[in-house]
C-alpha cells in the first residue's frame, strides 16, 4: 500500500521489518519484492547483505536463512 501512495522510506534499512514479516508469514513472493526495493540501494544492500550472512544461522524468532536468501539471492 505504500508504494500505491508513492510512500518510500528514508533509507532502505528500514525496509528490513517488512521483508523479515514476510517471511514470517510465509509470503516469499512479496518478501522477494521488499528485497527488490533494498537492491536498488547497491551499497545499503552489500552492507546488509554481509551483516545477514554473518548471523543467518544464528538463533531467531524468525527464519534468518529465508530473509538471507529473499534479500542476498536472485
Known sequence: KARSLEIE?????????????????????HAKQVAGSIRDDKNS?????????????????YDRVSVYEALCRK
Open 9 to 29: 522510506p528514508a533509507d532502505v534499512s528500514e525496509w528490513m521489518p517488512l521483508l523479515e514479516a514476510y517471511v514470517y508469514l510465509g509470503d516469499i513472493e
Open 45 to 61: 544492500f552489500t552492507k546488509m547483505c554481509s551483516q545477514y550472512e554473518a548471523i543467518k544461522d544464528q538463533p531467531a524468532e
